[in-house]
């Protein structure tokens, strides 16, 4: 079939196309160049006044793995609070910090997405992961793997084996989790909180394997280089969420050697000490450094006002956390011998000091960092907000009136310790489209989503321009995924299903030897149970798996 998208206004920044009236054709799922051979049209849309973009990509959101079903098993109100009843062609559920499976792909389709991506994928969990993963329709997905505080590595640190042996171990990793691209969480801190360490600073040392977090972060972040990932080292800094913070992502930024670093939802990573409360911003700071640093890219984790539920694989932090709990329970757990993960549900509110700063501080890095290239739209859902609230997030960005009125309406006290009044940056469509896009697909490595130009999967959303951006980001027109209509007037109207999206880096296979000897000693599964295979994956019908090419490989 034969499809073609009449007249409507292109933003495609891979492309370099800024704001252009154009066609788009549409055949077997990928958009084509225009026909010339007389073939008649299939099917038209008339898109003349529409806005059109690829479909969105969340680089950076907490949608499979075991923790998000501990805040679902945790929350029952927040179920009850929010029901989904089924239609003709979608499923049931419930939640909202938290949503199931089946709503979760439901509402990012609703609002345009058309990919996510799973940070914190456990080695040891993932196939519980990927299976939650793989319940979540019309989304594309795919995983970081957590690696950092695993005893495997700290142990080969420890003994000093060689850049080469440590590659060979991610790779493997990457094979056997399934994965896109390789994640730190406060990197061996999870570790040392089961030797009751409470704190790790970057140049301090986990007491059992005497390694610091520096080590792990240039260790790990070399391997990725070397391997050939596209994707950046993603990284959960040390000392999330602490006042003075911003000293210790500042010193990371700077020792990581050059090496290509994504610093995670920076906005819990840019706190000062100064003022009255103790609690200040340091976004000036952090953009300015991400600004001449080239190697440095960011996701904001914006927080914005309201219920939600943190989850988190740092579990030290959660800890600690866990007295902020609203309502108040929690859990805080180890994962065998891989790392761990808290659960606190949590209420973000206008008039706590804290609370407002913190979503001052996030718009604050969002207007000062200059390169939308190399700074992400997310909230770390649900850590932030939940995914839900994107749409308010873009209007707080692409209108500095509306952006006022809010900051006039938070903690007298934070709006004196914020300058976003002075800020007046307000974002285009087409920096929009890069940061939840083009740049995206760029930096997670999709060889072909992200973007408008033929060859490309036809991910496509088309929107009704709007003055109320929140209004115009909340329900798109039409959403079209691998070229079919899953979504009219905001509404699903057909469910399909996304790709896995993996790499596979080379590693040598006598890697497992030593792996062997350690399952077998210390770990209840087995190594041949801990490998995920393809079929797992696709065996249902309902999945498959894209292997995107390595940085520099054909």
């Known amino acids: 079939m034969l499809i073609k998208l009449t007249g409507g206004t292109v933003y495609d920044p891979a492309s370099g196309i800024d704001g252009q009236q154009q066609d788009i054709y549409i055949r077997d799922g990928r958009i084509v160049t225009a026909p010339t051979d007389g073939r008649p049209v299939d099917q038209e849309y008339d898109l003349r006044g529409k806005v059109v973009m690829s479909g969105a990509i969340d680089m950076h959101t907490h949608i499979g793995g075991g923790k998000g079903n501990i805040a679902r098993t945790l929350l ?31 509402r ?12 914190a994928v456990l080695p040891i969990n993932a196939r519980q992961a990927h299976m939650e993963m793989g319940d979540i329709p019309i989304l594309d997905k795919g995983g970081y793997v957590m690696l950092g505080s695993d005893d495997f590595l700290l142990r080969m640190l420890t003994a000093k084996k060689d850049q080469k042996a440590i590659n060979d171990y991610v790779a493997w990793t990457l094979h056997a989790a399934k994965g896109i691209g390789i994640k730190v969480v406060n990197a ?23 390694v610091s977090p520096r080590q792990i972060l240039q ?10 990932l596209t994707h950046p080292l993603h990284v959960h800094g040390c000392n999330l969420g602490v006042p003075g913070n911003v000293d210790t992502t500042l010193n990371t930024i700077q020792g990581i050697d050059g090496l290509p670093l994504h610093l995670t939802h920076i906005q819990f ?29 960011a996701d904001v984790g914006q927080v914005l006002f309201g219920q939600t539920v943190t989850a988190s694989g740092d579990s030290m932090r959660q800890h600690y956390n866990h007295k902020f709990a609203s309502p108040n329970k929690w859990v805080c757990m180890d994962i065998e011998c891989d790392a761990g993960c808290g659960v606190v549900p ?40 939940p995914f839900m609230s994107y749409p308010h997030l873009i209007r707080l960005l692409m209108d ?68 109320d951006r929140q209004a115009m980001f909340t329900k798109p027109d039409y959403v079209f995924k691998d070229g079919n209509l899953v979504v009219k007037d905001g ?38 149970n801990f490998k995920i295979s393809d079929d797992e994956i696709t065996e249902d019908g309902r999945g498959s798996i894209t292997v995107h090419p390595l940085r520099g490989a054909a």
């Open 76 to 106: 029952p109100e927040d179920h009850r609070m929010d029901p989904v009843a089924r239609t003709a062609v979608t499923r049931s559920g419930n939640g909202h910090a938290m949503p199931s499976t089946f709503v979760s792909g439901y």
């Open 108 to 119: 990012y389709a609703e609002m345009g997405y058309t990919a996510g991506f799973e940070p």
């Open 188 to 210: 061996g801190g999870i570790s040392a909180f089961k030797f009751n360490q409470r704190k790790l600073d970057l140049d301090e040392k986990n007491s059992h394997y005497d």
């Open 219 to 228: 260790t790990l972040a070399r391997a990725v280089k070397e391997l050939g």
């Open 269 to 297: 990573h840019s706190y000062g000490t100064e003022g009255d409360f103790k609690f200040s911003s340091g976004a000036a700071q952090i953009a300015e450094a991400i600004n001449r640093t080239p190697n440095i890219t």
């Open 346 to 385: 949590f209420k973000y509110r206008d008039q706590n000091f804290v609370n407002a700063l913190q979503w001052a501080i996030g718009l604050e890095i969002f207007l000062l960092v200059n390169d939308p290239w190399r700074i992400f739209l997310t909230t770390d859902h649900p850590n932030g907000a």
């Open 400 to 467: 500095k009136s509306f952006r006022n009125d809010m900051l006039a309406t938070i903690h007298p006290e934070a709006q004196k310790m914020t300058t976003l009044a002075s800020i007046d940056r307000e974002y285009t469509f087409n920096e929009i489209a890069i940061m939840t896009r083009a740049g995206a697909a760029r930096i997670i490595g999709l060889k072909d989503r992200g973007a408008l130009s033929p060859g490309n999967w036809a991910d496509i959303t088309v929107y009704t321009e709007n003055a």
């Open 491 to 528: 509404e699903v109207v057909k469910v399909v299903w996304g790709t896995t999206h993996v790499v596979r880096p080379d590693f040598d296979m006598s890697i497992e030897k030593d792996l062997q000897k350690y399952f077998d000693r210390y770990l209840t599964m087995k190594l041949g």
